[in-house]
């Protein structure tokens, strides 16, 4: 089981490199990997495990994340509306790829954490608003989505670990909360 012991932080060089594609049919170690990235996340979002296992709370993980330098990433985005128990969005993805964005760029109101990053970065993070994704679930499907706002922004978050980039990477130096005309700042 995956726990926070696992999870490396900045200044390990797997953070900063690109991830390499896997292969399909997956191995058994590609597919175990997922299904225990996806279980560090319910596990994370889990008040009670979440204490005894002393997790931080997450909505995405990188295979890169805990030492692994492969294109695998787990999502686990919670619904927004307390009243669902069902996830806005939640898939392993294999060798994720962006298709197509939209020019409208949008970033969260409180700014961005990681799970990699043990201290506070203030500032805007801006990213594309809406994207097309296309990924392999782990049964070897090829998935054509579409995604906006949060499950959006987490999953650039993730895209960017695959490729050796960190939220902070996108804050501006000189004014961490400069915003272009047109963001749509989520909240
Ligand atoms: O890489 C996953 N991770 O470090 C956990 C936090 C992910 C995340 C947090 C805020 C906005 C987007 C994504
Ligand atoms: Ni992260």
Same mark, same amino acid.
């Not at 509306?81 to 806005?88: A, K, L, Q």
């Given at each position: 089981m995956i726990t926070m012991d696992d999870i490396i932080r900045e200044g390990r060089p797997t953070l900063r490199k690109v991830a390499e594609e896997v292969t399909f049919p997956l191995s058994d170690e590609d597919k175990k990997l997922g299904k225990e990235m996806m279980e560090f996340l319910e596990n994370s979002q889990d008040p009670q495990k979440a204490e005894e296992l002393q997790l931080r709370g997450g909505v995405g993980l990188a295979a890169p994340q805990v $030492?692994?330098? /492969?294109?695998i990433t787990a999502v686990l985005v919670p619904s927004m $509306?307390? =009243?669902? $128990? %069902?996830? %806005?969005f939640k898939d392993v993805l294999y060798n994720? /790829? +962006?298709l197509s964005h939209s020019v409208q760029q949008a970033c969260m109101g409180e700014g961005e954490g990681c799970l990699s990053v043990d201290r506070d970065v203030a500032g805007y993070v801006v990213r594309q608003a809406r994207i097309t994704l296309r990924y392999y679930n782990a049964e070897g499907e090829k998935k054509k989505i579409r995604l906006k706002n949060y499950p959006a922004v987490v999953v650039q978050h993730e895209l960017d670990h695959l490729n050796g980039?960190? *939220?902070? $990477?996108? +804050?501006? %130096? =000189?004014?961490? *909360?400069a915003l272009n005309e047109g963001v749509l700042v989520i909240e």
């Open positions: $030492d692994v330098g /492969k294109r $509306d307390p =009243d669902s $128990d %069902e996830p %806005e994720p /790829k +962006i980039v960190l *939220f902070y $990477d996108h +804050i501006n %130096e =000189d004014n961490p *909360f």
